[in-house]
Each structure stands twice: as structure tokens, then as C-alpha cells.
């Protein structure tokens, strides 16, 4: 059953690289679309429509586009190997300290990334509370790990959490891949955050069904109630932002 288990995770790793080497590959000028699935993130909060996105081409030059959109490709690489590493741990708690320890790294990255190129006010100080919010949290997860290693064999939720957080993975990486790919620095900062945002939500609900240690799961709770209005915030502006 082990053995099962880590072939799908590693099977996961396969499809999200292969699948971020082939964005890299693309011409910066394409904007990619997210296929929209039938399995909708959980939390509902559905990834705003893209359909008018490609209006934005041209709002930097070649030379600018090249260097955001691999600057945001390292860091989903990162990001992606972090994760990796939380998804295949046996104790439901350890997975997600180390999950969404990769996975706040990632957001703080991408919230650089925007203060380095963006000019959208709004963006701009929603990426620094990003910043301000994450880095606290990514030092108190740090700490955590440091005392709590994970279980040496799998527990009787193991199977159950791990499956859980490789579909939101999945999900996650698909929808912000074709979110960075906007040449509007703005608007690929807030499409890549938002479903980002969204998979933070997952991961934590999955921490609140499965994980036990009260420390984590006031973590979860409070990713929840610190994400969920930057959710809302990021679909009205790509809304507004959309023409």
C-alpha cells in the first residue's frame, strides 16, 4: 500500500513538472487557459472567467515579460518541490506544516515578484500584507517541524490526506499556471494568487478533517479566516480589471 502511494504521488510530480516546463517553453506573449474542471475547488470559490484576459497583451516589453514570467516559473518550481516533500509524509500534522510551509514560500515569492513589477496600487499593498502575514506564519511552521518530526510509519489517515491534498495540488498548479502566463504584471500577480489563495484553503480544511495537534490546527483556522476575504478581494478586482 506504501508502495502505492508514493507511485501516485510521484506520478503527480511528473505531470505538475512536465506541465511547468511546457509553460516555460511557450511564447511569453500566449496567455494560457485553465481547463475548467468539474471538480470544483471545495471551498467555492471557482477561479474568476479569463475568457477577456488576452486585452492585457503588450502592457510590458518582451524583455520585461521574459524575465516576470521566469522569475514566477522558479518559484512555482520551488514551491512544487516543497509541497512534494509535505505530501509524502505519514502524520496528517507534519504534512501540513511542511506543505503549507512550501507553499507560503511560494506566495511570499510571488508577492515580490508583483511588488518588483507591478503598478497597481491595490495589488501592490495586498502583495505586502502577503508578505507581512506569510513571512510570521512561515517562521512559526519552522519552529514547529523542528520539534515535531513526522511519524516514522503511516497512520490510519495517511492514505486518505495524502490523496486529498494531490487532487488540490493538481488543481492549484493547473489554474495558476495559466494565471502567471498574463503579460499584465498585475493581472498575472492576481490570477496566479487567486487560485493559489484558494489551494491554501483546501490544504487547510484537509488539516482541519484530518490533523490532531491543536497548534496546527489554529494555523489552518486562521489561514482560512485571513485568505478567504483575499480571495473575494482578488475576483472583484480581476472583475473590474477585466475589460
Known amino acids: ?38 471538480e470544483a475547488a471545495p471551498v467555492n470559490n471557482a477561479t474568476t472567467d479569463t475568457s477577456a484576459m488576452d486585452a492585457h497583451a503588450g502592457d510590458m516589453s518582451g524583455d ?8 514566477y516559473n522558479d518559484s512555482m518550481t520551488k514551491m512544487h518541490d ?7 509524509y505519514n502524520d496528517p500534522d507534519a504534512a501540513f506544516a511542511q506543505g ?13 515578484i508583483q511588488l518588483k513589477y507591478g503598478t497597481d496600487a ?5 502583495a505586502q500584507e502577503i508578505i507581512d502575514a506569510q513571512k510570521a506564519e512561515i517562521e512559526q511552521m519552522q519552529n514547529w517541524l523542528a520539534n515535531h518530526p513526522d511519524a516514522a510509519e503511516p497512520t490510519s489517515d495517511t492514505e ?18 495559466a494565471g502567471i502566463a498574463d503579460p499584465n504584471p ?13 489551494g491554501a484553503v483546501d490544504m487547510a480544511k484537509i488539516q482541519l478533517k484530518y490533523g490532531k ?26 472583475a473590474k480589471h477585466n475589460s
Request: charged share 20%.
Open 1 to 38: 500500500m506504501k508502495m502505492i502511494r508514493n507511485s501516485r504521488l510521484a506520478m503527480l510530480a511528473v505531470s505538475v513538472s512536465a506541465m511547468m516546463l511546457l509553460s516555460a517553453c511557450q511564447p511569453t506573449n500566449d496567455v494560457t487557459e485553465a481547463t475548467v474542471k468539474d
Open 64 to 71: 520585461a515579460m521574459t524575465g516576470m514570467h521566469g522569475e
Open 82 to 88: 516543497e509541497m512534494m516533500a509535505g505530501m509524502a
Open 100 to 112: 503549507m510551509l512550501g507553499h507560503h514560500m511560494g506566495a511570499v515569492d510571488m508577492a515580490e
Open 122 to 126: 491595490e495589488m501592490r499593498q495586498l
Open 160 to 177: 486518505a490526506m495524502q490523496t486529498a491534498y494531490a487532487k488540490g495540488m493538481d488543481t492549484m498548479h493547473s489554474e495558476m499556471m
Open 186 to 198: 498585475d493581472m498575472a500577480f492576481a490570477r496566479g494568487m487567486l487560485p493559489h489563495h484558494i
Open 213 to 238: 495537534n491543536e497548534e496546527m490546527r489554529q494555523l489552518a483556522q486562521q489561514v482560512i479566516d485571513a485568505q478567504q476575504p483575499e480571495i473575494e478581494q482578488m475576483q472583484n478586482w480581476i
